[in-house]
Each structure stands twice: as C-alpha cells, then as structure tokens.
C-alpha cells in the first residue's frame, strides 16, 4: 500500500489515479483526494479507482504531517512525498526506523529543486532516502543529491487530444500570473495576449482585467485547448517544464514559448535547468527570444493554418513519445515493484 503525500492538487490526481488503476491501493493524507470523490472546486473530478479509506482519514485527524507517528507509517509498504522537503527533515528520524524495518520513502521531485532543497535532503538521501526525478535537467542544480529513477509527469493522450484550432484566438493557462510576475514570466506572455486580444485562464489572475479567463472546469479548458489557435508559454521558474506545456502538446495546440535564455531571467546566477526549447526544438517548434519574436510567431500561427497544423500535430508525436500515460505507467509500475 501506498501512503501518499500531495502539495499539488492536479499532480496528485494525475498520479493517484495512474498508481490505483496500476492496482495499487493508496491513501492520500491531507491531500485533495483523501476522500477519492474529491471536492466540487477542484480542478479535477474524482478518482473513482481510487479506494476509500475512512479508518485511515479518521486515525490521520490525531497527528500533523510534520510528526507522522511509526505505527501509522507501517500500516505502509512505500510512501510517496511531493516536494515538500520540510515534511522529510521535520520526519526523519522516524523515517530512518521505518526504512529499517523495510518501508520506502520515495521523494518525487515536481520541478521547485534549488540548491537550498538538495542541501537540505543531503543527509536524508546519504541514510536511505529514494528518489525520483522529473527531468534530466535537474542534474544541473547545484549540489544534486542524485536520483534512482527519472519518471516524467503524464498526460493520457486519449484525453488531450482532437485540436481543430477553429477559433483564432491566443490563450495562456498559468495561476496568477501577475502575482508571480517575473517568476512566471508575465511581461512575456502579457506583451502577445495584449497584442492579440487573448485570455489567460487559471485561478489568481482577476488583476488582468479583461484578459482574465477565469478559472475553468477540467472539460472546459481540453475543449479551449482543442479550439484555440496559438498557446503562449513562459513556464515557471525554476521548473524545467510544467503540466501546460505537456497539456498543449499533448492536445496539438501548437506553442509559442520563451527561450531558455529568458527562462532564465529570474536567476542573477545562470541555471540550465530549462527544458522546454530542446523539447520544442525536437518537433520545429517556436521558442522566441524577444517579446517581439514571440508576437511574430503568433502571427505566423494565426495566418497560416497549414503551417499551425503541421506544428501541432509533430508537437503531439513528441508529447505522445515523452509524456504518454501508457509509457509512464511501465516506468512507475517497474520502479514500485
């Protein structure tokens, strides 16, 4: 059984949902879906392969993650933690003796590693501490502590798919962009959206104005990502690539991204942690380095449907070959076994 820790509420349904339909029973704790059916304002629906697990809900109420108790983490073969450095060090010691006595902590990277996160999960790693990367680019953080298996996110090419790019229109999916400004690149983005009339969609991001596309439902955004023409992307820092990005692809919206010089801006010490520009490079995708550059490439998407469609489609095939949920779910069901 799996006991699963969760920061993030789309990553843990993409990876609950892959781990029990693999026949894995897990128990998410604290997490969005520690009730499977999850919650009406959340951006994804409920997990129904996911088993309910009432005992365990009513006996974790009794303890704080920062001071998971033996007895319960033994009612575990393997637990799964998502970033969160704080809940290892905070646990350690008990997780030291439930490692020897035959359990797993697994830490699973999501792309927010800095030098500061691998300093600190340095002794956990040296006495037992698993781990599982997201890119190969995290070898390039400063101190990397190491890895015993690369396995990236996933998206179930089944599910995003069927772009038609009928709608001229430009779109961008991030959470407060504003907000978070130079860390999610917003001058970037906002310099095409605002040049074309686009939308930004996700929640936070009421301070755009008429260029906010509010937060959408999960079958809304795949029917916005199949309709509209162009997606823009700035990703966000220090993450080598994010859930938009394959979600574009994945569904054929041809993309417009920054280079990884821009990437970068954030950082006064140059990092090359970006993925994103050699993943669209692969399929003659269209990575800027000026504001201008992206507003020219957007127009040539919005002017040329053959050349949007060709884009698109060849973006899906590396999606298919990186990302596919099929291909992820052999590499997790080896690496938990």
């Excluded at 309910?52 to 319960?72: C, K, V, Y």
Aim: include cysteine.
């Amino acid at each position: 059984m799996i006991l699963y820790i969760s920061c993030h509420s789309i990553l843990e349904y993409d990876e609950l949902k892959l781990f029990s339909e693999l026949g894995y029973d897990a128990f998410s704790l604290g997490g969005a879906y520690t009730d499977p059916k999850g919650h009406i304002t959340l951006p994804r629906p409920g997990i129904p392969s996911l088993a309910f697990h009432e005992d365990l809900m009513i006996e974790s109420r009794d303890f704080a993650r920062t001071a998971m108790p033996l007895s319960f983490l033994k009612k575990f073969d393997q637990v799964v933690i998502m970033h969160s450095p704080e809940l290892i060090t905070a646990n350690w010691p008990t997780f030291k003796q439930y490692i020897a006595e035959g359990g797993r902590i697994i830490w699973r990277s999501i792309g927010q590693s800095t030098e500061g996160v691998e300093s600190r999960l340095k002794q956990p790693r040296l006495e037992g501490l698993e781990i599982v990367r997201y890119s190969p680019k995290e070898a390039n953080i400063p101190g990397f502590i190491g890895a015993d298996a690369m396995i990236r996110f996933y998206k179930d090419e089944d599910e995003f798919k069927g772009w038609s790019g009928h709608e001229e229109r430009v779109i961008n999916f991030t959470q407060s962009l504003k907000g978070r400004r130079m860390f999610c690149h917003h001058d970037e983005i906002m310099a095409v959206i605002a040049h074309y009339g686009g939308r930004v969609y996700g929640t936070g991001n009421e301070d755009l104005g008429e260029y906010n596309g509010g937060e959408v439902t999960a079958d809304k955004q795949k029917e916005i990502l199949r309709s509209a023409r162009v997606a823009v992307y700035g990703g966000t820092w220090p993450a080598c690539y994010t859930l938009s990005v394959m979600e574009y692809m994945m569904t054929g919206i041809p993309v417009v991204a920054i280079n990884k010089q821009m990437a970068m801006a954030p950082v006064s010490e140059p990092l090359d942690f970006y993925e994103v520009e050699a993943i669209l490079k692969e399929c003659n995708g269209l990575v800027a380095g000026t504001q201008q550059e992206m507003i020219d490439y957007t127009n040539q998407l919005l002017s040329d449907r053959k050349l949007s469609k060709q884009i698109g489609d060849d973006q899906r095939k590396v999606a298919i070959q990186l990302f596919s949920k099929e291909r992820i779910s052999k590499e997790w069901q080896k690496y938990l076994q």
